[in-house]
């Protein structure tokens, strides 16, 4: 007989990669809508509403924008028929915008930029020829021109060295199409060539063979990449005469557009496989990418979208074929290097705009997220699974006795899991963080695992890590 002490003396977040047995005893096999900043483990925050007013059918919504005016923010979505912005006064959703024909399959890309002295916001459908508003208007005029050799039906856009570039024209898949240089005459909307010069001017070229189309932009800081269906490359240089178009090394399974996000100058994506990241040169697979694998490979990611919000990266996903939207999120923080599991919401949509990552939520609201304690009214639901654990010694029976903690908050349940069942306690949190709270356990078995939950959305917050004591005795046969 001995007794022997299991330490948590920090948490971390989700380890799905290797056997429990090996994970480090601050690390997860299993756990949602948790919070371990500063290696605390409390229940993570919800979203609040920014708007009550709901959009009439959010079953039908594609992509959410939040366009950070001057005035005011606009929020604007995007449908397969048309683009719509919420007019809070009115309390109503107002078309802007109808695409014709429908955009059925595709989703849209967003793009904020001047033409002459007008700041505008254009969307580009894939389905017909972009639109452009300029904030203030009661509807959205169509972008570009024949003359301007720019009224095709493109999908993608982004800004690059002062240019508008474009892609994703059905009838031209491979083909990149770039803006003349602003200034004189010259605008964004126009992408033939110039009189002045060849750099002054727009045009396009083709990136690859047509079989395999282009399915995403992406501008860094000196270069801008060119995601197509089976392959990667990026755009060099600053003007026509020196563009350099090169091939990425690196085999991998690209994504949607909309699984992309930007974090300072590096874009980082979710695969199948796990995230990856683009290091300026080639593509990497996160050295930690196995930690989230049992949660990407339960997950749909043909409609996933991803946003950059401060340090944290937010990948929502399709988990219930039924749900009919995405209704999980995978959350990645930069700083600590941690994966978690956020569940029990919807989101349609996703789009940061000053530091705020807004979503529209199965309502069709659009919510702030990481505020509040509810998920808008519905309770969160939080659970933290230590790795089942035998110790490294797999002889010897462990009977668990008590555990110790120190926390604030609500009503905390802990399940402790062994070979002789599960034994359930309830226990409100000390009101200060300077108290103990001491569980008596039982439980006996050569393996064992805690889990830590809230009760009804109760908030709880572990804040000196935990320490279990128990009771070692060799097992006789």
Known sequence: ????????????????????????????????NMDTSGGRLSVAKGYVRESEVPFSTPEAVQRLFVWNRAEAKRFLVST????????????????????????????CDFQVLKIASTEYLVVASGACQMAKWDGVSESAAAFGSAEGLSDMAVNFCELYYSRLFAAGDADNPARLYYSQAPGDTRTLENWSSAEESENAGGGHVEIGADSDPITGLFALSNQLLIFKRDSLYRLLGDRPSNYRILPVSGSVQLPCHTA????????????????????GQTVCRKGDAEKAFAFIKTADLAVCDAAACRDKLCFAVTESAGSGANDAMLVYDLSSGTYMARRGFLARGLCVCGGVLYLMDGAGCVCR?????????????????????????????????????RGT????????????????????MPGSGENILELRLTG??????????????????????????MDLQRRII
Request: glycine letters at 12%; a negative charge; hydrophobic letters at 35%.
């Open 409 to 428: 908050g609500g009503i905390l349940s802990l399940e402790a899991v062994t070979e002789g069942g599960t034994v359930y306690n309830e226990r409100l």
């Open 369 to 405: 997220f990481d505020e509040g304690e509810t998920y808008g009214g519905t309770r969160i639901d939080a659970y933290w699974k230590t790795p089942m654990t035998d110790l490294d010694t797999k002889a010897v029976n462990k009977h668990l006795e008590e555990l110790f903690l």
């Open 80 to 107: 397969a028929d048309g683009l719509f912005v919420l007019d809070q006064t009115a309390g109503e959703w107002k078309r802007l915008y109808t695409f014709s024909p429908e955009n059925s399959e595709k989703r």
């Open 444 to 469: 006996d078995g050569r393996a064992f695992q805690l889990v830590f939950r809230n009760v009804n959305g109760s908030y709880f917050s572990v804040d000196g890590g935990v320490e279990l004591l």
């Open 1 to 32: 007989m001995s007794l022997r002490q299991y330490r948590i003396p920090m948490f971390y977040g989700l380890n799905q990669g290797i056997t429990e047995n090996r994970i480090s005893e601050g690390e997860s096999p299993d756990a949602c």
């Open 260 to 279: 992309c996000a930007r974090s300072g100058d590096v874009v980082y994506f979710l695969t199948e496989n796990g995230m990856y990241y683009y290091d």
